[in-house]
């Protein structure tokens, strides 16, 4: 869940180039606590400081001189390879809405501001963002559990097998050799039933640290199940 504390320390950038309201915006955000505010009048900087800080929300001017706002979300289209681009747009023109939503912003703010729905709509899109956020931390993390062992970080028997016909295929096409070592620890049942399970996760995790550190960054050490690696 996003909490209230969550979506004040979330990181707005703010982008006009009239100072009155960039201003007018900082002192909304700041009074609703919101704590990570950043702001620039010259739309030549946006990509440059996402790129470099990846805010949540970029609150965007869409008429401005140089470099208009849907220049700008060009620009940030090709940082944001996944397609979202977290861009709340400021217009004055209602025939802009549409072509700025078209453009890959999720939302808008119409001048002059109602200060009331500009909080609203800004809380309700950075709610949106973070749980966007929360999702791929957590898809990441179930694609790392399937590929690789709980309890060493190694990679498992999936993962093995994909390297594995890499590796073949890759000796194949340089007519070169490869080599698979398999390790069975013995003992280790014994230590288990004397010293507990404890104990025994305890030496496999050593014993996959020790591998790791005894072969090259390019190689592959992997448990396939028990003490087997």
């Known amino acids: 869940m996003i909490s209230t504390a969550d979506i ?3 990181s707005i950038l703010i982008v006009d180039d009239q100072k009155a309201n960039v201003q007018l915006l900082e002192q909304m955000l700041r009074g609703a606590g919101y704590v990570s505010i950043t702001s620039t009048m010259d739309p030549g900087e946006v990509c440059e400081l996402h790129l470099k800080n990846r805010y949540d929300l970029i609150l965007l001017d869409l008429q401005m001189p140089g470099m ?3 220049q700008v979300m060009e620009g940030l289209k090709e940082i944001e390879t996944d397609g979202y681009v ?4 400021i217009t004055a023109q209602p025939g802009h809405k549409l072509r700025a ?7 808008f703010i119409s001048k002059p501001f109602d200060l009331m729905e500009a ?4 809380h ?14 957590y898809s990441r993390a179930l694609e790392s559990l399937a ?5 060493t970080g190694l990679p498992n028997r999936r993962l093995l097998m994909d390297r594995l016909f890499l590796a073949i295929a890759h000796a194949r096409r340089n007519k070169s050799t490869m080599a698979v070592m398999y390790l069975d620890l013995d003992g280790f049942k014994q230590i288990n039933d004397t010293l507990g399970h404890d104990t025994g996760d305890t030496l496999l995790s050593m014993v996959a640290a020790r591998l790791v550190a005894a072969v090259r960054q390019e190689d592959t050490v992997a448990r396939l199940g028990g003490d087997e690696f």
């Open 8 to 10: 004040l320390n979330a």
């Open 68 to 70: 208009d706002g849907f």
């Open 86 to 89: 977290p861009i709340l747009v």
């Open 101 to 107: 939503l078209a453009s890959g912003a999720k939302d």
């Open 119 to 122: 909080k609203t709509r800004i």
């Open 124 to 137: 309700n899109m950075l709610e949106v963002r973070l749980l966007y956020k929360q999702l791929e931390h």
């Open 147 to 151: 590929m690789h062992d709980a309890l």
